[in-house]
């Protein structure tokens, strides 16, 4: 490990010295450059000065007695799983899809079926090092003089730094996963029955809404062996194979990513669940970088758009993971089916542990059982509608209900109520403490005004 802490710090050396000669000249914000983005709102991005951290992608330690990995920014889930496994352990939280990195997940919202007991991806941050707009890197951690940054990076959405290093709580990991799949007929026993599984043993929880009469609630274990082992990584669509297998096996690694073959269900949209399709892709095409390459062509092109407006229709993408107070879930999953119409929903118990202080702009009640939905489609009416129209509408709900909504997508907050639901008064306070140059952009410009 001495050999990744030297190339650690000559990479963390040169990047500080390009970001302060940066500093001396040229008015244009600060962006990072990468490849791939897992960020789905349209920008209508101006003049940066781009930094590319793709070096930043290395697995610098991993403590298995402490229960720790110390891993860079850049470096995505799919490599970090795949270095933690062989040594029996696994990050605490491993968001869905393979392409995003820790770093991305810390600066935004992570979440993944163990976040019903150890929270989203931020909840489980020993510490980590920022690199400031001037060029500084600085060392947060919850009990020294950076703790504001600490507790006020996630969420960011790189406006306060980008993190180079991340300390991560690990989890035990063992090689298989066995899966109990229960069907529920109303919605009312469903999240009831999803609470309840969250006070018993199981490793992982999550669940689908196929339909106003039909939910199903996953919950996973870690065994050492099983009688079998189910492959969605090819022919077969996990999914789909929920309302029918009351029982199911899975490596650890096929778990973790049982979502990103087929993007959830999302695959649908570019025919990918089409058996002759999916052929002509092969496994090694059959994932969310796939997908999201497609996604990005068809959102410059407007092809999917433009035959909707041949048709007669109106559309609007309605991308959006939201937080809701799991009292409050049925009733959020009906405005759902009658005001939206996306089926099917994602939903996946979140406990906001009891942190030393809250998670600044992502402030959820500690201690406190939420449940996250996520639905990711077009919303197609015959009627138009302004601008946002259907997001505006989930936002309303979502601020009603004391929810929260991720930033990672299309958002239409005005600057008051941005404010109250992100907690703007004390970003502004980190902002002028770690940007006070304005070198970087604000929250409100970058995630609602797309700049």
Known sequence: MDTEATGHAARRAALAAQLRARAKGGAAPLGLGKQSSNLFRDRHEGAKQRLDLSDFCHVLAIDTAE????????????????????????????PQLKTITVGGAAAGVGIEATSHRWGLVHDTLLEFD???????????????AQRDLFFGFPNSYGTLGYALRL???????????????????????????????????????????????????????????????????DRHIYYRSL??????????????????????????????QNPLVRRLLGPSRLNSRTYTRIMRWNARWGITRRLARLRGLHTESVIQDVDIPVAQAPQFLAFLLREIGILPIWVCPVRAPLPQAPFTLFPLTPDTRYVNFGFWDVVESRQPHAAGHFNRLVEHEVMRLGGIKSLYSESYFTPEEFGQAYAMAQYQALKAKYDPAGRMLGLYEKCVLRA
């Open 130 to 144: 920022v690199l400031l707009p001037d060029g500084q890197i600085v060392n947060c951690r919850p009990d020294n």
């Open 67 to 94: 229960g720790w990995v110390d891993v860079e920014g850049l470096t995505s889930y799919e490599t970090l799983v795949a270095q933690t496994l062989p040594h029996g352990v696994m990050p605490a939280v491993v």
């Open 243 to 272: 309302p029918d297998k009351p029982v199911d096996y899975l490596r650890v690694q096929d778990y973790l990513w049982r979502w990103d073959t087929d993007w959830f269900w999302c695959s649908k949209n570019v025919y990918a």
């Open 167 to 233: 300390r991560l709580r690990t989890l035990p990991a063992k090689p298989c996963v066995k899966v109990a799949h229960l069907p529920h007929a109303d919605p009312a026993a469903f999240f009831s029955a999803l609470e309840a599984a969250c006070q018993h043993e199981a490793d992982f929880v999550d669940g689908v809404v196929f339909g106003p009469r039909q939910q199903v609630l996953n919950t996973a274990c870690f065994v050492d062996e099983a009688p079998w082992l189910s492959d969605y990584s």
